[in-house]
């Protein structure tokens, strides 16, 4: 098992900055692929960023050049730097984590349905 918890959330303007970290705890030997995904009212959730084992990150189109994903594995714990906010980053961000096998096969981190989640914290862009 492993346990999630996301920490940095809170409210900014328009053009500001946060950042989330997300620390993992439990069989961490589980966090291969990690990322962050939000969900705001009213709509699905959506992913926003990942990063594989070897520090290889993906980005939602809608957040290319404004955020950065980082892991800092000695520390276990995945960070998600969000800067030039805007009110449509509003949501509740989720850390999740897998370990990116499927039996004996090895699962693109973009391409899973994550096993672990935290319980997310709110991110809020006001214009």
């Known amino acids: 098992q492993v346990q999630l918890v996301e920490s940095g959330g809170g409210s900014v303007q328009a053009g500001g900055s946060l950042r989330l970290s997300c620390a993992a705890s439990?069989?961490?030997?589980?966090?291969?692929?990690m990322g962050w995904f939000r969900q705001a009212p009213g709509k699905e959730r959506e992913g926003v960023a990942i990063i594989d084992s070897d520090g290889s990150p993906s980005y939602a189109d809608s957040v290319k050049g404004r955020f950065t994903i980082s892991k800092d594995n000695a520390k276990n714990t995945l960070y998600l730097r969000m800067n030039s906010l805007k009110p449509e980053d509003t949501a509740m961000y989720y850390c999740a984590a897998d370990p990116g096998y499927r039996g004996d096969y090895r699962i693109a981190c973009t391409g899973l349905d994550y096993g672990y989640w935290g319980q997310g914290t709110q991110v809020t862009v006001s214009s």
């Open positions: 439990g069989y961490t030997y589980s966090t291969t692929c």
